[in-house]
């Protein structure tokens, strides 16, 4: 087969790129096709393929700006040829399933969400906005969102990320999605002797509204005990820690070898925002840790109750001070690091190629696999 695969933006190396390069494995000679594209802080996995850029990419700083031009991407998405293509693989989470392929090509798309700020999260979004964004966004979100749900008529088969991703396709675009979840690189991750755990709890990520860090540092300030924070961006970071209490420490955006190591010590993870899939539970659950997590979204998939962690169900300070009560009352800390680990290797790369391969040998000829 000749295959093309569509992703969104190349402009780092996140949870969706992450996925990007497992396809880039499984089809070597696969031709990349985005609206913006940066070299320089894209994987030697994925440079080195043929990575072709739609118009966004010309535009002036699109690097730095291509969520600006987001009412331009159907357009430039329509304008490619992709004429010779045997199949096609769309990897949405922003603009990318719109494509207009050949009458006899395959076009699978791998959903890691619906456009959250067109759909689900378009309050918090368009709340957490500056001043132009919020008056532009009631303005393009009608025409995007008419646009958004045509595109899907085009898809051939959908595959989603998670369970709630997959009802959110149903619940949007009136189409139905196979469940895949995405690749966790499991292997990365190992628990630590008992006697080396910390006494503090792990909140990571990126200081996004919609992961609730607020809620994280309310709870904490609440409890008093210690809380590790995570992530950045340094604006967002140096905003909050600005009027938290001592007990909750801010490490920014860390490496690797740091983050791994305070989800080997921590007591458990908190999670309280709600994900559509949610690769940080599964990488402390690799590493031996339990996860505290709101019980909507990823989470329903990745942590089982009582046994990997515990799942609250208020989206609040006082639903989360709750849960770790409840945790700290149940001795999960204390808990045989084994099981944690043998659950988290259900989302390995093994199980995603797995399922993506069963997905095309289900609905593609034979004699194209």
Sequence with gaps: MKVAIIHYWLVGMRGGEKVLEVFCRMFPDADIYTHVYNPD?????INAHHITQTAIGRLPWARRLYQSYLPLMPGALESLDLTGYDLVISSEAGPAKGVIVPPDAFHLCYVHSPMRYLWDQYTVYRNGAGRLTR?????????LRVWDVASAARVDHFVANSTHVANRVQKYWRRTAEVVHPPVDVRA?????????GDFYLWAGELAPYKR??????????????LVIIGGPEKTRARLAASAPRNITFLGKTDFR????????CKALVFPGEEDFGIVPVEVMASGRPVIAYGRGGALDTVVQGETGLLFQEQSADGLIQAVCAFEASGMA??????LVAHAARFDETAFRTGIQKNLGSVLPRDWL
């Design 334 to 339: 204390d808990a045989d690091p084994a099981p």
């Design 41 to 45: 802080t894209t994987s030697s996995t």
């Design 258 to 265: 740091t983050l791994r190591s305070h989800m080997a010590h």
């Design 135 to 143: 008056l532009a966004m009631p303005l393009l979100a009608p025409r």
């Design 189 to 197: 991750f190992a628990p630590v002797d008992v006697a080396k755990r």
């Design 213 to 226: 860090p607020d809620i994280a540092i309310a709870a904490f300030r609440e409890l008093g005990l210690p």
